[in-house]
């Protein structure tokens, strides 16, 4: 089971919060903000979308980025594609059955174009309203689902993973994935069940070592079970994040979510970056004996961004 304080050399322990990795699966309540910003603070985007978010979970902003932005990504895309042999092997992450290419980690620190969009003003802003302060990035990353081949993503919470095997404290993280083609129905888009960022899930099992090597592809630690999934889906109900490229998928660090798999000729592509607060920075790992290397989990480069 996971210590009740953690630390790290020069640091004042630091309470767990959020116990996970134990002998038995529960649920715990939420101790933290949905949105961190003081009430009177003006957001950046309309208000009924922050009041999507405070509730779900979640928000999609439609068609962000233009069809030529769009393409322009794309090209970097096939770049990195075909120059894949100058990046980093480590965050180069493969299907566990096809072998195609699923992931590349690491994205903002490989990548101008896509560093330059991760501090874009249309992104940023709203990453520092929702978070209440300045923010880094814990993590940026492509995922891709090609056509026919695209693998699913297992039912999990964000944060139950970064707090137990990175040590994030509190619930202070957003990602913002980037639609970098139509995200349909059909073509394994993201589901999330609305409203389960209010509770947190506490999982069972202990965390084995290196266990990025294996979660990356397929993740079985840290996870819901098919019961638990059956209650949380019954009180909460799944939604799929459709949109059109260029739009982004706004979604809490809590909120449960997961995507099937892509048997459509459609590819599914979509740019990821998790922004943490920098009051947030990661202490040692509440339920891991091992730290995630760099590229997985910000630790050593923390660096505040802006526009």
């Not at 393409?71 to 493969?94: G, K, P, S, Y």
């Not at 994205?107 to 330059?116: G, K």
């Not at 970056?273 to 091992?290: C, E, H, I, T």
Request: aromatic share 8%; glycine share 6%; with cysteine.
């Amino acid at each position: 089971m996971s210590e009740p304080l953690t630390s790290r050399a020069g640091e004042t322990a630091t309470p767990d919060l959020y116990p996970t990795r134990g002998e038995e699966t529960r649920l715990l309540p939420r101790l933290d903000p949905v949105c961190w910003s003081a009430a009177d603070t003006p957001p950046p985007v309309e208000a009924r979308l922050i009041g999507d978010f405070d509730r779900d979970g979640f928000c999609i902003l439609d068609s962000v980025f233009s069809l030529r932005e769009v393409e322009a990504l794309l090209a970097e895309v096939q770049r990195l594609q075909t120059d894949a042999a100058t990046l980093n092997a480590d965050t180069l992450i493969t299907e566990p059955g096809s072998g195609q290419l699923r992931s590349v980690f690491s994205l903002h620190t490989q990548s101008p174009v896509f560093a330059a969009l991760a501090a874009d003003a249309r992104l940023l802003p709203l990453a520092k309203y929702l978070l209440g302060g300045a923010v880094y990035l814990h993590q940026s990353r492509l995922n891709v689902k090609v056509g026919f081949d695209g693998e699913s993503f297992q039912w999990h919470s964000d944060f139950e993973t970064w707090h137990a095997e990175d040590g994030l404290p509190r619930m202070r993280t957003v990602s913002m994935t980037v639609l970098l083609h139509d995200n349909n129905s059909l073509n394994g888009p993201l589901m999330l069940m609305p409203g389960s960022h209010r509770c947190f899930l506490a999982c069972a099992g202990a965390t084995p070592d290196a266990h990025y090597l294996h979660s990356l592809r397929r993740q079985e630690y840290g996870i819901p079970t098919d019961a638990q999934l059956t209650a949380l889906a019954a009180r909460y109900g799944i939604r799929v994040a459709t949109g059109s490229a260029g739009s982004v998928v706004v979604f809490d660090c809590n909120v449960l979510h997961g995507s099937f798999n892509n048997m459509t000729p459609w590819p599914r592509g979509n740019a990821y970056f998790v922004y943490n607060a920098l009051d947030n920075r990661p202490v040692m790992p509440f339920a891991a004996q091992g730290i995630r290397p760099e590229f997985v989990a910000a630790r050593e480069h923390i660096v505040p961004l802006e526009p």
